[in-house]
Nanobody, 115 residues
Framework: VQLVESGGGLVQAGGSLGLSCAASGFMFSWYRMRWYRQAPGKERELVAGIVSGGANTNYADSVKGRFTISRDNAKNTVYLQMNSLKPEDTAVYYC?????????WGQGTQVTVSS
């Protein structure tokens, strides 16, 4: 299993960024995918999740209405579109999948929101 995130960067408050996670090594279309984030000095937290077919999604309360998770099963890729970014969204963002009871993580991508 391999997960490779991309798309992070530095953005001003109120701006937007889009993250991508390219997956390989497993049947991507079978599995729920998740985005997590970890800010300095804080625990890793779930940001958003999407079921295998993409019909259902869930979000942390702190990002509802601002972030959108989506997936393209033909491209084995999951996305996170982040709008109206706030300084408190600053974190390393990780892609995650649980395959047969094991959690797999990407290397993470840094998102920094300046005020």
């Amino acid at each position: 299993v391999q997960l490779v995130e991309s798309g992070g960067g530095l953005v001003q408050a109120g701006g937007s960024l889009g993250l991508s996670c390219a997956a390989s090594g497993f049947m991507f279309s079978w599995y729920r995918m998740r985005w997590y984030r970890q800010a300095p000095g804080k625990e890793r937290e779930l940001v958003a999740g999407i079921v295998s077919g993409g019909a259902n999604t869930n979000y942390a309360d702190s990002v509802k209405g601002r972030f959108t998770i989506s997936r393209d099963n033909a491209k084995n890729t999951v996305y996170l579109q982040m709008n109206s970014l706030k300084p408190e969204d600053t974190a390393v963002y990780y892609c995650n999948v649980n395959v047969r009871g094991l959690d797999y993580w990407g290397q993470g991508t840094q998102v920094t929101v300046s005020s």
